[in-house]
């Protein structure tokens, strides 16, 4: 029932100002909304199938498909949860352009293990999640970590942060924002370390985000059978 609430809290406040605010504030706003839920009720690790914002729909998926392999089984612990979030029409008009439909969102939610961030970033980090945002044709991490002031700007744009910290995930998307017409449009480039520790590439115009099977074979079985398609049925 507590989470039953908290969900309906987090639900509430998202949903109230998500059509209002630009990318910047509606990054901050989850994290905030996140924090207030782990503040009142437990650390947010939902165990719902999926729930719903008055203007969209998140489609949930298990810790089981984002299966944690080797160096990251060490940083992790088990029963991350991750969801995959299709919002209709939230960007207001910017200068001139059509708003943009189909709005897609992942997050990535998992408690890194004891000891990983203070060994990592030193004794003053923590616990984060992360994700990205790409409303807009652009990508922003969902980090919550404390880091050292010259390392700042991996929370502006996690991807890059990838790398270097050894941090590995299932997906990741990386979209740049172009102008077709009078459309606003995106491409976007999806890495997946699920296929043997191979780093694939896929492209695909968010314009057509709906048709996932345009994706490369080796990744359309992992996220549009698995996770659009089962999951998908049971949140309709």
């Known amino acids: 029932m ?24 509606r990054r901050k706003l989850i994290q905030w909304a996140t924090d207030i839920y782990e503040r009142h009720f437990e650390t947010f690790d939902p165990s719902l199938d999926c729930f719903e914002f008055s203007n969209g729909h998140i489609l949930g998926i298990p810790a089981e498909y984002y299966a944690a392999k080797g160096r990251q089984k060490k940083m992790h612990k088990g029963g991350g949860f991750s969801f995959l979030a299709h919002y209709q029409t939230l960007e207001p008009r910017l200068q001139g352009a059509q708003i943009i439909k189909g709005v897609h969102m992942s997050v990535s939610i998992r408690q890194t293990l004891p000891g990983f961030n203070e060994g990592m970033f030193g004794p003053e980090a923590y616990n984060h999640f992360s994700g990205f945002d790409i409303a807009d044709g652009s990508v922003y991490g969902l ?5 050292p002031a010259s390392n700042d700007f991996r929370n502006e744009e996690f991807y890059k942060y990838i790398a270097d910290s050894g941090y590995v995930d299932s997906v990741f998307i990386e979209c740049t ?35 996932w099977r345009k994706i490369d074979e080796r990744l359309k079985s992992f996220l549009h059978e698995k996770l659009l398609i089962e999951w998908g049925d049971k949140c309709r």
């Open 2 to 25: 507590r989470k039953l609430i908290g969900f309906g809290v987090i639900s509430l406040i998202i949903a109230s100002y998500l059509t209002y605010a630009d990318v910047r504030d």
């Open 143 to 147: 980090a919550r970590y404390k880091l």
């Open 177 to 211: 924002r172009k102008r077709v017409v009078s459309n606003n449009h995106a491409f976007c480039k999806m890495y997946s370390e699920v296929a043997g520790g191979i780093r694939i590439e896929s492209g695909f115009d968010k314009a057509l985000l709906p048709e």
